[in-house]
């Protein structure tokens, strides 16, 4: 079944940058939409960015548009996302995720799949 495991994270000063990947295990990826999602304490998971599984659409949350990229390499079974111009805000765990479907969602429900996480501090 499918497996999910993010790596990338860590402390870094406000302004500077990260990039986070998730390696995928073949059949979780194929063709399949990810996307990334974060859960700061005390708050709901929130969608930051998905791409479909051809990797030729994506959508962003609006606290990280212009700021983050996402990206996949289907060669790789490798999902990333590049933080640039990183706040104190966007401290959270950053989860990867994968639907069943090609098209992408905005909807942590429609996701079926899910890594562990990884932490991002972004210091003042």
């Known amino acids: 079944q499918g497996q999910l495991v993010e790596s990338g994270g860590g402390l870094v000063q406000t302004g500077g940058s990260l990039r986070l990947s998730c390696a995928a295990s073949?059949?979780?990826?194929?063709?399949?939409?990810m996307g990334w999602f974060r859960q700061a304490p005390g708050k709901e998971r929130e969608f930051v960015a998905t791409i479909s599984g051809s990797g030729t659409t994506t959508s962003y949350a609006r606290s990280v548009k212009g700021r983050f990229t996402i990206s996949r390499d289907n060669t790789k079974n490798t999902l990333y996302l590049q933080m640039n111009s990183l706040k104190p805000e966007d401290t959270a765990v950053y989860y990867c995720?994968?639907?069943?479907?090609?098209?992408?969602?905005?909807?942590?429900?429609?996701?079926?799949?899910w890594g562990q996480g990884t932490q991002v501090t972004v210091s003042s």
């Open positions: 995720a994968a639907r069943t479907h090609t098209a992408i969602q905005t909807t942590p429900t429609l996701y079926v799949y």
């Open positions: 073949r059949r979780t990826t194929s063709t399949y939409a």
